[in-house]
């Protein structure tokens, strides 16, 4: 349920309702072709009256993610309905002295807790990140990292079917993923990563103490072996406020560091 009151927001409720549709919309949560929830339904899952989802779904029509038709209901335009986020910066980055060896520093520092592990058919943004065939078996695995207690950021990673074995439930509560499956013989030696951002939905918000539609760091990351092959892709929502990247640019190369809110070591 939205709560007009909770800190970092002083949005309308039919804004909140507004932003954490349209990061659906985006993101491709909602089929392709297919009708948005009803009026009442999104009015019952976000605890707000009709008229809200109302302005909500009205202003999304304005921006021309949406198509609103009596009899076909509200349904996604073809050029949102299941276009993933694009990334404001990109990063391909080596993994000794690179930042997936920062990323693994920060990790050990923390504590994880798994939320979500199971198997499950690709959808098709996950095949395609990997180079999977669609529907081809995969692992999913929803994490919350802490720091001092406090939420720094709520992850989904996806990693082929044939490595699940290295990534039980247990293991990932102690051990970074990409240290699991270094030690089951899959060393990641580069990555390519986009960030941009998005607004927290109502399970992130929840998640992160804050209110839905605050506005959020995202990252999107696919990990590959030695020989090329995608072994993990990350789409992580980070809090802007206890989460940083930094990037040094020059012509000669960069680095690049992460660190979370207080341990800027």
């Given amino acids: 349920m939205l709560d007009v009151h909770a800190p970092l927001t002083t949005l309308p409720r039919f804004q909140q309702v507004r932003l954490i549709l349209r990061e659906r919309i985006r993101g491709g949560h909602y089929e392709a072709g297919l009708p948005l929830p009803g009026e009442r339904q999104l009015a019952e899952e976000f605890g707000v009256a009709r008229v809200t989802v109302r302005s909500a779904l009205a202003r999304l029509q304005e921006e021309g993610l ?4 009596r009899g076909k209901g509200t349904v996604p335009t073809a050029r949102h309905a299941a276009a993933p986020a694009r990334a404001s910066a ?22 994880v807790q798994v939320l979500e592990w199971k198997r499950m058919p690709a959808p098709p943004a996950v095949s395609a990140a990997l180079s999977l065939p669609p529907g081809a078996p995969v ?10 207690a406090q939420p720094i950021s709520y992850t989904e990673v996806f990693v082929p079917g044939d490595l699940a074995a290295a990534l039980d439930r247990h293991t990932l509560q102690d051990t970074p993923m990409l240290v699991a499956l270094a030690q089951h013989g899959v060393e990641v ?17 929840r998640i992160f103490r804050i209110a839905p539609g605050v506005p959020l760091l995202r990252v999107s990351r696919v990990a ?10 990350l789409v992580g929502l980070y809090h802007p406020e206890r989460y940083t990247y930094q990037m040094r640019l020059t012509r000669a190369g960069a680095s690049t560091s992460v660190w979370i809110d207080a341990d800027q070591s």
């Fill in 66 to 69: 949406v198509e609103r038709s």
């Fill in 90 to 111: 990109q990063a391909v980055q080596t993994v000794r002295g690179g930042l997936l060896d920062n990323i693994v520093s920060v990790s050990m520092r923390t504590r």
């Fill in 139 to 148: 692992l999913k695995v929803v994490r919350v990292r802490k720091f001092k």
């Fill in 189 to 205: 030696v580069s990555a390519e990563q986009t960030l941009g951002a998005a607004v927290a939905d109502l399970d992130v918000a």
């Fill in 224 to 233: 590959a072996d030695a020989e090329g092959r995608p072994v993990q892709f």
